[in-house]
């Protein structure tokens, strides 16, 4: 059979196959003439043709691939029950641009990534062979005109292999790929909302971690949690023979500075200060480990608990008891030639007391503190990855750094996200400082460290300095993970994951210097209802630019404002691909590394004038 059509069309055709591996090329060209060797849709599906003839016995393209990505697929042999994984490569070549291409939508990469998104799309992930090389080739012929060519390779890895090390969800299943293979289903999350949190003595010295400066009884950990009162007190006797946890009067207890070894001073307000010796910054944290690794790039420095009580103590104990939300704690000292003061929010996030505590707490700072000009926001988050640009592409322990990007904002908030027609329709807050001079010292820092990689930044130094200051610290542990640790899973629907690979540098790319954190610039978001749900929080990501989300710090922001601060700043190390609170083991070492990069920034700073 022959016919001749001039129009181009989508081409699939066999290029090479081992004993475990596949190799198509799909490519969009005219065809003129077809013969019995080829089998030409119809109906839905005309415009594809199945080219059966092999094109070059594992042949090579005349041309390198342009953008290339990587994921796997977790697979089990129903006979032998042995775990394998699969290894799904996708390589780009693009049509000559007709003119000047959008930097701001990522060009190329751009594409990629968003062809990417379409084929893993959770509302229909292609569960067997046919249907995933079917739905390619449908995004080839109508949603990516700029595609003029994939190479799809599928190549089964080595077995045996270990599947994510997330317990199985009640009710856990597989999904059927093909006869001999299965697809697991594999719990996206620890711990869905609605679960039961699990007693453990690490949960409990988490709990007192977040709550720190402000004590917190036995009574009011099993209540909020659903435990058992006594089982909660035998936890809190473990951590205290660890030295990590001291009770405290009227039954509560509080976490133990017990690595320390500068002064920490109990008071009841703080004491009057000479005016050279304000604080002109002030570091906002919201975790334990933040904390820690702020006031490791302190020198000189000094701390002052203060403990809110209703009044004088009583024989009965209701008068004299710590007020929870309200005890505040400030380490004081410099940073190059800056006065600097540092708290510990007591918690933030996820309920609205907090928020809102967490308002109060930064408003009693300001206060407090009435020569600061600058405020730092400093901790964990969790990164925006992008499957096929290395330039932009987050991973651990880097550190994003809020500068504006499409929205002309630094932070924007989500305070809810509506499906429509033409796409989804986000409600937010978006915040911008009057004064853009820390952002500005990040971008003097980011644009000296991309125009000379073999330069060891300034931020690695003060990282090696404050892993040496905290070596003696264990719990946390500061160190870095290993670099194996850091997984990239994308969420397919109904809590079914794959494993995704890390972009790998193109020619034009900035090579990452080894164990180096590389920053980059970008708004920061947040937002529970978007952080919850992958494809919400990519698409907002998408819509304000962002590269990272944290914790919802929109009170703490909205305080900064309030008290007529006109320059503010955040700073986050990656320590999870949500929003920072999910990975515990990166959560220390991200937090230094953006410990690291607020002082580079304040070094880069103008000496205070106002002294």
Same mark, same amino acid.
């Not at 049509?95 to 930097?103: C, K, L, T």
């Not at 435990?227 to 976490?255: I, N, P, Y």
């Not at 993970?481 to 994951?497: A, C, E, F, H, Q």
């Not at 034009?508 to 164990?515: D, I, M, P, W």
């Given at each position: 059979?022959?016919?001749?059509?001039?129009?181009?069309?989508?081409?699939?055709?066999?290029?090479?196959?081992?004993?475990?591996?596949?190799?198509?090329?799909?490519?969009?060209?005219?065809?003129?003439?077809?013969?019995?060797?080829?089998?030409?849709?119809?109906?839905?599906?005309?415009?594809? #043709?199945?080219?059966? =003839?092999? +094109?070059? %016995?594992?042949?090579?393209? /005349?041309? !390198?691939?342009?953008?290339?990505?990587?994921?796997?697929?977790?697979?089990?042999?129903?006979?032998?029950?042995?775990?394998?994984?699969?290894?799904?490569?996708?390589?780009?070549?693009?049509?000559?641009?007709?003119?000047?291409?959008?930097?701001?939508?990522?060009?190329?990469?751009?594409?990629?990534?968003?062809?990417?998104?379409?084929?893993?799309?959770?509302?229909?992930?292609?569960?067997?062979?046919?249907?995933?090389?079917?739905?390619?080739?449908?995004?080839?012929?109508?949603?990516?005109?700029?595609?003029?060519?994939?190479?799809?390779?599928?190549?089964?890895?080595?077995?045996?292999?270990?599947?994510?090390?997330?317990?199985?969800?009640?009710?856990?299943?597989?999904?059927?790929?093909?006869?001999?293979?299965?697809?697991?289903?594999?719990?996206?999350?620890?711990?869905?909302?609605?679960?039961?949190? #699990?007693?453990?003595? =690490?949960? +409990?010295? %988490?709990?007192?971690?977040? /709550?720190? !400066?402000?004590?917190?009884?036995?009574?009011?950990?099993?209540?909020?949690?659903?435990?058992?009162?006594?089982?909660?007190?035998?936890?809190?006797?473990?951590?205290?023979?660890?030295?990590?946890?001291?009770?405290?009067?009227?039954?509560?207890?509080?976490?133990?500075?017990?690595?320390?070894?500068?002064?920490?001073?109990?008071?009841?307000?703080?004491?009057?200060?000479?005016?050279?010796?304000?604080?002109?910054?002030?570091?906002?944290?919201?975790?334990?480990?933040?904390?820690?690794?702020?006031?490791?790039?302190?020198?000189?420095?000094?701390?002052?608990?203060?403990?809110?009580?209703?009044?004088?103590?009583?024989?009965?104990?209701?008068?004299?008891?710590?007020?929870?939300?309200?005890?505040?704690?400030?380490?004081?000292?410099?940073?190059?030639?800056?006065?600097?003061?540092?708290?510990?929010?007591?918690?933030?996030?996820?309920?609205?007391?907090?928020?809102?505590?967490?308002?109060?707490?930064?408003?009693?700072?300001?206060?407090?503190?009435?020569?600061?000009?600058?405020?730092?926001?400093?901790?964990?988050?969790?990164?925006?990855?992008?499957?096929?640009?290395?330039?932009?592409?987050?991973?651990?322990?880097?550190?994003?750094?809020?500068?504006?990007?499409?929205?002309?904002?630094?932070?924007?908030?989500?305070?809810?996200?509506?499906?429509?027609?033409?796409?989804?329709?986000?409600?937010?807050?978006?915040?911008?400082?009057?004064?853009?001079?820390?952002?500005?010292?990040?971008?003097?820092?980011?644009?000296?460290?991309?125009?000379?990689?073999?330069?060891?930044?300034?931020?690695?130094?003060?990282?090696?300095?404050?892993?040496?200051?905290?070596?003696?610290?264990?719990?946390?542990?500061?160190?870095?993970?290993?670099?194996?640790?850091?997984?990239?899973?994308?969420?397919?629907?109904?809590?079914?994951?794959?494993?995704?690979?890390?972009?790998?540098?193109?020619?034009?790319?900035?090579?990452?210097?080894?164990?180096?954190?590389?920053?980059?610039?970008?708004?920061?978001?947040?937002?529970?209802?978007?952080?919850?749900?992958?494809?919400?929080?990519?698409?907002?990501?998408?819509?304000?630019?962002?590269?990272?989300?944290?914790?919802?710090?929109?009170?703490?922001?909205?305080?900064?404002?309030?008290?007529?601060?006109?320059?503010?700043?955040?700073?986050?190390?990656?320590?999870?691909?949500?929003?920072?609170?999910?990975?515990?083991?990166?959560?220390?070492?991200?937090?230094?590394?953006?410990?690291?990069?607020?002082?580079?920034?304040?070094?880069?700073?103008?000496?205070?004038?106002?002294?």
């Amino acid at each position: 059979m022959t016919e001749t059509n001039e129009h181009e069309q989508v081409v699939m055709t066999p290029k090479g196959k081992t004993h475990n591996s596949t190799t198509l090329i799909i490519e969009r060209r005219k065809v003129s003439k077809t013969n019995d060797k080829m089998h030409v849709a119809g109906g839905e599906h005309t415009g594809i #043709i199945i080219n059966k =003839e092999t +094109v070059t %016995e594992n042949g090579t393209c /005349s041309t !390198p691939a342009q953008l290339s990505l990587e994921f796997r697929v977790f697979l089990v042999n129903k006979e032998t029950g042995k775990h394998t994984q699969e290894s799904r490569t996708i390589r780009f070549w693009f049509r000559e641009p007709q003119g000047a291409q959008d930097e701001t939508d990522g060009g190329q990469a751009g594409t990629a990534q968003d062809f990417f998104r379409e084929l893993v799309s959770p509302q229909e992930f292609p569960r067997d062979y046919v249907g995933f090389i079917k739905k390619i080739m449908k995004l080839m012929q109508h949603n990516f005109n700029s595609i003029v060519k994939l190479e799809v390779e599928l190549k089964q890895l080595e077995e045996p292999v270990e599947v994510p090390s997330r317990p199985p969800p009640p009710g856990y299943c597989r999904i059927q790929l093909s006869p001999s293979a299965l697809f697991d289903k594999v719990s996206a999350e620890e711990n869905s909302l609605g679960n039961i949190v #699990i007693l453990t003595v =690490e949960k +409990v010295l %988490e709990i007192i971690e977040s /709550s720190y !400066p402000n004590p917190i009884t036995i009574k009011d950990v099993a209540k909020a949690n659903g435990w058992d009162e006594e089982e909660v007190a035998q936890c809190l006797s473990a951590l205290q023979s660890r030295q990590l946890v001291k009770a405290m009067d009227h039954g509560a207890f509080t976490r133990q500075q017990s690595h320390d070894t500068h002064q920490v001073t109990i008071v009841k307000q703080m004491p009057t200060m000479v005016s050279s010796k304000q604080p002109t910054i002030a570091i906002i944290t919201a975790q334990y480990c933040e904390k820690l690794a702020v006031d490791a790039m302190i020198e000189n420095k000094e701390t002052f608990v203060r403990y809110t009580t209703v009044g004088p103590s009583s024989p009965t104990g209701d008068l004299g008891k710590p007020r929870f939300g309200e005890s505040n704690v400030y380490t004081l000292g410099n940073i190059g030639a800056h006065r600097i003061v540092c708290t510990k929010l007591p918690s933030v996030g996820h309920t609205r007391e907090a928020m809102t505590a967490a308002g109060n707490t930064t408003t009693r700072l300001l206060g407090t503190f009435q020569k600061v000009d600058y405020v730092f926001l400093v901790g964990v988050g969790g990164g925006v990855p992008h499957y096929t640009d290395y330039n932009r592409h987050v991973r651990l322990g880097d550190v994003v750094i809020s500068c504006p990007a499409k929205n002309k904002n630094i932070y924007v908030y989500c305070e809810s996200a509506k499906q429509t027609d033409k796409g989804c329709d986000f409600e937010m807050k978006a915040y911008l400082p009057s004064n853009m001079n820390l952002q500005e010292i990040a971008m003097q820092l980011k644009s000296s460290s991309d125009s000379d990689n073999k330069m060891t930044p300034p931020w690695m130094n003060y990282l090696r300095d404050g892993l040496n200051i905290l070596s003696n610290q264990t719990e946390p542990d500061f160190k870095p993970p290993s670099s194996d640790t850091d997984k990239l899973y994308m969420n397919i629907g109904d809590r079914d994951l794959i494993e995704v690979a890390h972009p790998v540098p193109q020619d034009n790319a900035v090579k990452r210097l080894e164990g180096c954190p590389r920053i980059h610039l970008s708004p920061i978001a947040s937002g529970r209802q978007i952080v919850k749900e992958d494809r919400l929080r990519q698409q907002f990501a998408n819509h304000v630019g962002a590269l990272a989300f944290d914790c919802e710090f929109d009170s703490v922001i909205e305080s900064i404002l309030g008290n007529c601060k006109d320059s503010f700043i955040c700073i986050r190390g990656i320590s999870d691909y949500k929003d920072g609170t999910r990975r515990k083991e990166w959560q220390p070492y991200a937090a230094l590394a953006a410990a690291s990069v607020m002082k580079a920034v304040i070094c880069g700073m103008e000496p205070p004038t106002n002294v």
